[in-house]
């Protein structure tokens, strides 16, 4: 491990080595939680990988950075198929991780994410209390956990002829709402590392949840009953510390006045995400979709969101069409979007990080999930809270009449009232939640207390 910059402790405060996993819907929770322990006295060591590693330059001037040599090839991390990745970034980093970990002083406790679990193990094997940190949703936890079982029961692998069966352990799932996977050997893969962040987490000193019980109390306390170690569900973490910029892309600000232009609640904003990538053919639906809904939108189109393409190329007619009513980013500064009074609806992969952002600014949710959690968190928007619908099934391909009756739905009066009423009511519900003295501030003074108490 190199360590770029100074401050390795020593200062006698305690110290919290945070390791989140280079994803950007990863690195965003993760930093969030290092600002709020460091606003309550900790000293924070953030460990990345040299792949996305976050921007020095934008977090707070005493973190100490300590970057590892990954050597993972740039077109695995680039790649949507997350677990190779993620299984081979276990083996490259664990060795550098102990030679720092090793060498560190004052370390109250390791933070990194579930996925990490060798590194997870090192710090166990050095006697330094180990927590990790889901950053996806309490049921998609519950799913990891169930997955042995779930192959027992026989509702994995997926096969075509089970989709629609419900998979009563698990309600309100349904089989289609697990991780895909067709090749035999990336879906041994994914078990592979299933089943070793979940042993991982059992054996670790708790569970950091990035979740509420506004929204899944239910699955918080069957994790607790099943793991029996301390959970601590701390979420939303993005409205922990609002101020720290663990953006890897530049935010493109100026849609930011556009939007102080529109009418309130008229504008749709379109996101996919920071991971999945569409093709051409959905870019082009989506496209002429928004345009024949006849309402404004914002459309974010980063680098990689369509599959075979370098950059997205529309017709000139079509992009006509879209000038006239829409403004296209490359990346968003999508809190402050969802925030802002213009934005009605918005369109979305459910990425868990872009569910909780919506639901705390009580923006409605046109869902089109793409893969991995998102089937799980958009049956939850759907059938749980619902605060959303789904435009197609996931398997399905999305055409345009599909995006423009969505969206007709969703800003016009009968269902979309309805929709927007129970919104207003979960997102009340998670700001009580999240205010002071409520259970999401008091589990993160519970959490502050399990750090700096001493390893048993
Ligand atoms: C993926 C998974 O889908 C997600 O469920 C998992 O927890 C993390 O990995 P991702 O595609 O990154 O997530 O989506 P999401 O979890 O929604 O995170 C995206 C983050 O990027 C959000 O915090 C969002 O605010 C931010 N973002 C997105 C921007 O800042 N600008 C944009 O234009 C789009």
């Known amino acids: 491990a190199m360590r770029p910059s100074d401050g390795p402790g020593g200062d006698g405060r305690r110290r919290v080595v945070l390791f989140p996993l280079p994803y950007q819907g990863h690195i965003n929770p993760m930093l969030?939680?290092?600002?709020?322990l460091h606003a309550r006295g900790l000293a924070i060591t953030v460990v990345h990988t040299e792949t996305r590693a976050p921007d020095r330059q934008k977090l707070p001037g005493d973190f100490d950075l300590v970057t590892i040599r990954d050597g993972v090839a740039p077109e695995l991390a680039e790649s949507d198929d997350v677990a190779p990745f993620v299984l081979a970034l276990n083996r490259s980093c664990a060795a550098p991780f102990r030679d720092y970990l090793a060498g560190a002083r004052d370390v109250a406790c390791v933070v990194a994410d579930v996925d990490w679990f060798a590194p997870l193990g090192v710090a166990r094997e050095l006697g330094v209390k180990a927590l990790p940190l889901m950053t996806s949703s309490a049921a998609k936890f519950r799913v990891y956990m169930a997955f042995p079982l779930l192959e027992e029961k026989g509702y994995l692998p997926i096969r075509e002829s089970?989709?629609?069966?419900?998979v009563k352990e698990l309600p309100p799932l349904l089989v289609r709402d697990m991780h895909h996977e067709k090749d035999e050997a990336r879906y041994r893969a994914y078990a592979h590392l299933l089943s070793n962040m979940v042993s991982g987490v059992r054996q670790s000193s708790g569970l950091i949840l990035?979740?509420?019980d506004a929204i899944e109390e239910n699955g918080i306390a069957n994790i607790y009953k099943d793991i029996s170690i301390p959970v601590f569900a701390i979420g939303p973490l993005h409205i922990l510390s609002p101020s720290v910029d663990s953006s890897l892309l530049l935010q493109d600000r100026s849609c930011l006045q556009w939007l102080d232009a529109q009418p309130p609640g008229?504008?749709?904003y379109v996101s996919l995400g920071s991971l999945m990538s569409i093709d051409a053919h959905e870019l082009t639906e989506?496209?002429?979709?928004?345009?024949?809904?006849?309402?404004?939108?914002l459309w974010v189109i980063r680098p990689g969101l369509v599959r075979g393409r370098e950059v997205s190329e529309l017709s000139i007619e079509l992009q006509e069409e879209i000038r006239d009513r829409g403004r296209m980013v490359s990346w968003a500064p999508q809190q402050e979007v969802l925030k802002h009074p213009a934005v009605g609806a918005f369109l979305t992969h459910c990425g868990w990080n872009s569910t909780l952002e919506s639901i705390l600014e009580g923006v409605p949710m046109i869902c089109r999930p793409l893969g991995g959690d998102?089937?799980?968190?958009?049956r939850y928007v759907c059938e749980v809270w619902k605060v959303g619908f789904r435009m197609v099934e996931a398997e399905n391909q999305l055409t345009r009449g599909d995006v423009q009756v969505a969206i007709e739905k969703m800003m016009g009066q009968k269902e979309g009232d309805e929709i927007r009423e129970r919104m207003r009511d979960l997102r009340d519900a998670a700001a009580k939640c999240t205010s002071k003295g409520g259970p999401t501030d008091v589990s993160l003074q519970r959490l502050v207390g399990f750090i700096v108490s001493p390893y048993t």
Do not use: E, H, M, Y
Not at 162 to 166: A, F, G, I, Q, R
Not at 287 to 297: D, I, M, N, Q, Y
């Open 32 to 36: 969030r939680l290092a600002a709020a």
């Open 162 to 166: 089970n989709l629609d069966t419900k």
């Open 210 to 212: 990035n979740t509420l």
């Open 266 to 268: 008229s504008v749709i």
């Open 286 to 297: 989506i496209a002429w979709g928004l345009v024949a809904s006849r309402r404004p939108f």
């Open 374 to 378: 998102q089937l799980c968190n958009a």
